[in-house]
């Protein structure tokens, strides 16, 4: 079983930055799209950055600007850059892998992470 491993949260004072990694443990044939969601308590889960494997990018308008998503597609890893964070940031931040286990598997799933926290305070 494939599973998104996320690193990279912790607490951080407004205007400060952190970085996020997801690499997925256990053995991979492919990944497709990769992205970061985030859920804050007692709201929904939401799209932060997506990328595909040729690094096309996509960000929800909270966060241009203040994000950036990248790849490396040798390490099966995507990272999440996040800049001038604001304690509206607060959240668990999810990572999520359209991949494909196996050659002779069916298609590409979604794997979902455990999340990491990140939380901005002063």
């Known amino acids: 079983q494939v599973q998104p491993v996320e690193s990279g949260g912790g607490l951080v004072q407004p205007g400060g930055s952190l970085r996020l990694s997801c690499a997925p443990s256990?053995?991979?044939?492919?990944?497709?799209?990769m992205g970061w969601y985030r859920q804050a308590p007692g709201k929904q889960r939401e799209l932060v950055a997506s990328?595909?494997?040729?690094?096309?990018?996509n960000y929800a308008d909270s966060v241009k600007g203040r994000f950036t998503i990248s790849r490396d597609n040798a390490k099966n890893t995507v990272y999440l850059q996040m800049n001038s964070l604001k304690p509206e940031d607060t959240a668990v931040y999810f990572c999520?892998?359209?991949?494909?286990?196996?050659?002779?598997?069916?298609?590409?799933?979604?794997?979902w992470g455990q999340g990491t926290q990140v939380t901005v305070s002063s």
């Open positions: 999520k892998l359209l991949a494909k286990v196996s050659a002779s598997g069916l298609g590409y799933y979604d794997y």
């Open positions: 990328i595909t494997r040729g690094g096309s990018t």
């Open positions: 256990g053995s991979i044939f492919s990944i497709n799209a």
